[in-house]
């Protein structure tokens, strides 16, 4: 396949081939070149996860948890059950009427909505926790491929055991979930440190006038770099930097291969949602069905789980370990308990790597205002999802099999997206975050029209303003478009703020802040339903919350804050740059 570096196809092109691998770093660092089955082993886990991420998570997570909730709850004023014989349910299992279903948990009247929601955002919290704490660990040793393998399994088997949650065990649901979506986050920042690994030992990657200095492990991480005079001085010039990374053999593979492997894991989650909505059109004609409303839903996530480990097994025969440098304090004849406590160590280096990070980057104008922008960005790209999901099922009463198109609905456009944007923003000539801009833009159309039901003609109408099924496929259309075009863009607006030899290091900076402010927006979208009874009251947080960010975006300036990153990068003091990593 052209996107992969060629083969070589006689004997002299192999030993070239063979001769092109960099020196070891460190002891016991594999420099072998990079071969298709590994690539392939890499493209295997994406394509595993990535189902759990957009069948689990973006659609059949939310509603059996509100499935499980609802059949162990009943209604606000009448008390009887939201499900079963003598309950007044919609052959969907939803109550025909908007009355809210309550649940009992741990002494509170929970609506079954918001303990879905409510669910998310514990388990985004816990994931935003996680990822930081794991961060540096996985660049030791054989950590990398373990912890993959590790997050993989465990994420398997939690949707797996769905199948044995029963209504009266609702609350275990709950857990799965936050194990599920922590170990989903955790192995994809994982899977993603073998990018820059899989690219720098590919055979085509040959620049002989290249300094093994290019390839340490602490130049993605570290500071150091900004107050070495040597390097600071052998740095290109700011233009030529731009020029000779857009066009880099490295950037251009690392490229081929991301979205070669992101193409590959939506297109598997389509294929999966279809197998859903066909297994949930089988099973919804049984009599099992109609005794376990959440027996559907249940063996979808049974399904989705199998497809997660059965891909995680293939990567885990196909991926090469390819270890990290050997823990410092830690020598082949140290205890078992050594081991761990150096362990725990990098746990706590991780965080003071985050806060160095953090200070560094509030002396940059651009990156403090993008990043207040992404956070409040990043909070409604995450509530819109389960609140379009559970209102859906909850207060339009589609189908678990509606839904599921619903959802690769949205899927199929945010591929679309994905391509259709530089088309667009090079059409209108937009920079970076004037697209941004014109992304929130249509994204706030998705709020505005569920908040159109509460004028009071549009009411009477019947229709308009999300009272409709079919009203709200066009929005996951418009969803999935701009969901796509945020997510490209505003890592790549992101990028260009960033001090040069800090990449990854900031970057870890942007995914803490993404993680960490996504969990507020389904918590106070828990509370207004609880509050009010309604899904739809969720609207008018997110038209605001999307709002929010829209200066913020409109205040950047890409040019200014490029400019401000490389002069840190030159004249950063010796005390800030220094000791990044230590």
């Given at each position: 396949?052209?996107?992969?570096?060629q083969l070589?196809?006689?004997?002299?092109?192999?030993?070239?081939?063979?001769?092109?691998?960099?020196s070891?770093?460190?002891?016991?660092?594999d420099?072998?070149?990079?071969?298709?089955?590994e690539?392939?082993?890499?493209?295997?886990?994406?394509?595993?996860?990535?189902?759990?991420?957009?069948?689990?998570?973006?659609?059949?997570?939310?509603?059996t948890?509100?499935?499980?909730?609802?059949?162990?709850?009943?209604?606000?004023s009448s008390r009887?059950a939201?499900?079963?014989?003598?309950?007044?349910v919609?052959?969907?299992?939803t109550?025909?009427?908007?009355?809210?279903?309550?649940?009992p948990?741990?002494?509170?009247?929970?609506?079954?909505?918001?303990?879905?929601?409510?669910?998310?955002?514990?388990?985004?919290?816990?994931?935003?926790?996680?990822?930081?704490?794991?961060?540096?660990?996985?660049?030791?040793?054989?950590?990398r491929k373990?912890?993959?393998?590790?997050?993989?399994?465990?994420?398997?088997?939690?949707?797996?055991l769905f199948?044995?949650?029963?209504?009266?065990?609702?609350?275990?649901?709950a857990?799965?979930?936050?194990?599920?979506?922590?170990?989903l986050?955790?192995?994809?920042v994982?899977?993603?440190?073998?990018?820059?690994?899989?690219?720098a030992?590919?055979?085509?990657?040959h620049?002989?006038?290249r300094?093994d200095?290019?390839?340490?492990?602490g130049?993605?991480?570290?500071?150091?770099s900004?107050?070495?005079?040597?390097?600071?001085?052998d740095?290109?010039?700011?233009?030529?930097?731009?020029?000779?990374?857009?066009t880099?053999?490295?950037?251009q593979?690392?490229?081929?291969?991301?979205?070669?492997?992101?193409g590959?894991?939506?297109?598997?989650?389509?294929?999966?949602?279809?197998?859903?909505?066909?297994?949930?059109?089988?099973?919804?004609?049984?009599?099992?069905?109609?005794s376990?409303?959440?027996?559907?839903?249940?063996?979808?996530?049974?399904?989705?789980?199998?497809?997660?480990?059965?891909?995680?097994?293939v990567?885990?025969?196909?991926?090469?370990?390819?270890?990290?440098?050997p823990?410092e304090?830690v020598?082949?004849?140290?205890?078992?308990?050594?081991?761990?406590?150096?362990?725990?160590?990098?746990?706590?280096?991780a965080?003071k790597s985050?806060?160095?990070?953090?200070k560094?980057?509030?002396?940059?104008?651009?990156?403090v205002?993008?990043l207040?922008?992404?956070?409040?960005?990043?909070d409604?790209?995450?509530?819109?999802s389960?609140?379009?999901?559970?209102f859906?099922?909850t207060?339009?009463?589609?189908?678990?099999?509606?839904?599921g198109l619903?959802?690769i609905?949205a899927t199929?456009?945010?591929?679309?997206g994905?391509?259709l944007?530089p088309?667009?923003?090079?059409?209108?000539?937009l920079?970076s975050?004037?697209?941004?801009?014109?992304c929130?833009?249509?994204?706030?159309?998705?709020?505005?029209?569920?908040?159109?039901?509460?004028?009071?003609?549009?009411?009477?109408?019947?229709?308009?303003?999300?009272?409709?099924?079919?009203?709200?496929?066009?929005?996951?259309?418009?969803?999935?478009l701009?969901?796509?075009g945020l997510?490209?863009?505003c890592r790549?607006?992101f990028?260009?703020?960033i001090?040069?030899?800090?990449?990854?290091?900031f970057?870890?900076?942007?995914?803490?802040?993404?993680?960490?402010?996504?969990?507020?927006?389904?918590?106070?979208?828990?509370?207004?339903?609880?509050a009010?009874?309604?899904?739809?009251?969720g609207?008018?947080?997110i038209?605001?919350?999307?709002?929010?960010?829209m200066?913020?975006v409109w205040?950047?300036?890409?040019?200014?804050?490029?400019?401000d990153?490389?002069?840190?990068a030159?004249?950063?003091?010796?005390?800030e740059?220094?000791?990044?990593?230590?």
């Open positions: 396949m052209a996107v992969f570096s070589a196809s006689s004997p002299e092109e192999a030993d070239a081939g063979a001769d092109r691998h960099r070891p770093r460190y002891p016991g660092e420099t072998s070149p990079t071969q298709h089955r690539i392939w082993g890499w493209y295997a886990y994406g394509i595993a996860a990535e189902v759990f991420a957009v069948c689990g998570v973006g659609s059949f997570l939310p509603l948890l509100e499935q499980l909730a609802r059949e162990q709850g009943y209604l606000l009887q939201c499900v079963g014989p003598d309950a007044p919609a052959g969907n299992g109550a025909p009427t908007n009355e809210a279903c309550i649940v948990v741990m002494g509170l009247e929970i609506n079954t909505a918001s303990f879905a929601m409510y669910t998310f955002s514990l388990a985004v919290l816990v994931q935003a926790l996680t990822l930081v704490s794991f961060s540096a660990l996985a660049d030791y040793e054989t950590n373990s912890l993959l393998l590790a997050f993989g399994f465990v994420g398997s088997v939690s949707s797996m199948m044995l949650i029963a209504p009266p065990v609702f609350v275990l649901g857990l799965l979930v936050v194990v599920g979506v922590t170990c986050g955790s192995s994809f994982v899977l993603n440190s073998f990018l820059p690994i899989l690219v030992n590919d055979p085509s990657i620049s002989p006038s300094k200095e290019d390839y340490a492990e130049d993605e991480f570290s500071l150091r900004w107050t070495d005079e040597e390097d600071t001085n740095r290109p010039a700011p233009a030529e930097s731009g020029k000779a990374g857009s880099s053999p490295e950037l593979l690392s490229t081929r291969l991301s979205s070669r492997g992101v590959l894991g939506y297109g598997a989650a389509i294929f999966v949602q279809v197998l859903s909505i066909v297994l949930l059109f089988t099973l919804s004609k049984t009599v099992m069905a109609k376990f409303p959440s027996l559907p839903l249940r063996c979808v996530l049974l399904l989705v789980g199998i497809w997660w480990g059965v891909f995680t097994f990567s885990s025969r196909w991926l090469r370990n390819r270890p990290g440098p823990l304090g020598s082949p004849g140290s205890g078992y308990l050594q081991k761990w406590r150096v362990r725990l160590g990098l746990v706590g280096f965080w985050l806060w160095k990070t953090i560094v980057a509030v002396r940059l104008r651009e990156v205002v993008f207040a922008a992404w956070f409040l960005l990043s409604a790209m995450a509530t819109v389960g609140t379009a999901i559970l859906a099922r207060e339009l009463h589609l189908s678990t099999t509606s839904v619903l959802s609905t199929t456009s945010g591929m679309a994905a391509f944007w088309v667009v923003s090079r059409w209108l000539g920079a975050n004037h697209t941004v801009l014109l929130l833009a249509l994204f706030e159309i998705i709020p505005l029209y569920g908040m159109l039901a509460y004028i009071p003609f549009v009411r009477n109408w019947g229709v308009l303003g999300l009272q409709q099924p079919w009203e709200i496929f066009p929005l996951g259309v418009i969803h999935g701009v969901s796509g997510s490209s863009y790549s607006l990028g260009e703020l001090p040069p030899g800090s990449e990854a290091a970057y870890a900076l942007y995914a803490a802040t993404d993680k960490g402010s996504s969990f507020v927006g389904p918590a106070v979208v828990g509370a207004l339903i609880d009010t009874g309604s899904v739809r009251s609207f008018i947080f038209a605001v919350l999307i709002l929010l960010p200066p913020l205040l950047v300036n890409a040019e200014r804050g490029r400019g990153a490389v002069a840190m030159k004249h950063a003091p010796s005390e740059g220094e000791g990044l990593l230590r």
